[in-house]
């Protein structure tokens, strides 16, 4: 299993550009997450996904759009980018065993995008 | 909304020597989560915690689980180079079951 792949890895942008982030899990997994993280801020989520067909903000949400485009793909949309989205991206997924709850996610290995 | 200290931001020691990081909320958590991140990598996850008191080891790492919900403890005993990377405490927000919560990190640097 490759787990959580993303792509690209890298990516640079000019102030305006749209681009896609994409994001695929093989665990079969019904929950997908966006999160973007920035220095000393840590980890925040942008949209998530809980199940096939549902999308919901998160805590950073403003300036991109997701498609849940099956149970496996999970893509986020930055439409006109801007240098205050310069971060790395991290695309995460989950999915509870019986006797757990669902809070185990498990990440990808990030995209690292400059936005110019 | 729901915040995450962690503690110390960040640490220098040398290898052999073990290491101690908390995280604390001021609101209760029923679960709590420590995950690591290697330089350039996604953040894994090292240890789940499930009910207030609990202790759970994986290997040389140790978490507790803190009586008041409120907080969580990490220690990694005998650390090596590989050890090097931000630990993040971890836990669901606002009552859901889908959103976590992250502290901002700790930065644990190890010495040759």
């Known amino acids: 299993n490759a787990g959580v792949t993303q792509t690209p890895k890298f990516q640079v942008l000019k102030t305006g550009q749209s681009m896609t982030l994409q994001c695929a899990q093989d665990?079969?997994?019904?929950?997908m997450y966006w999160y973007r993280q920035d220095p000393g801020m840590g980890l925040r989520l942008i949209y998530y996904s809980a199940s096939e067909g549902t999308t919901d903000k998160g805590e950073v949400p403003n300036g991109y759009n997701v498609s849940r485009l099956n149970k496996r793909e999970f893509s986020l949309r930055l439409e006109s980018a801007a240098p205050s989205q310069t971060s790395v991206y991290f695309c995460?997924?989950?999915?509870?065993?019986?006797?757990?709850?669902?809070?185990?996610?498990?990440f990808g290995p990030g995209t690292r995008l400059l936005v110019l | 909304g729901q915040q995450l200290n962690q503690s110390p931001q960040s640490m220098f020691i040398q290898e052999g020597e073990d290491v101690s990081m908390n995280c604390t909320s001021s609101s209760i958590f029923n679960t709590w989560l420590w995950y690591k991140q290697d330089p350039g990598e996604g953040p894994v996850l090292l240890i789940a915690l499930y009910k207030a008191g609990e202790l759970t080891s994986n290997g040389r790492l140790t978490a507790q689980f803190g009586i008041t919900r409120k907080d969580s403890f990490l220690n990694i005993s005998a650390s090596i180079p590989s050890d090097v990377g931000i630990y993040f405490c971890?836990?669901?927000?606002?009552?859901?079951?889908?959103?976590?919560?992250f502290g901002k990190g700790t930065l644990l640097t190890v010495n040759p």
């Open positions: 665990m079969n997994h019904n929950s």
């Open positions: 995460a997924s989950s999915e509870a065993p019986r006797t757990r709850p669902r809070e185990t996610q498990y």
């Open positions: 971890a836990g669901p927000s606002g009552g859901s079951n889908y959103k976590l919560t």
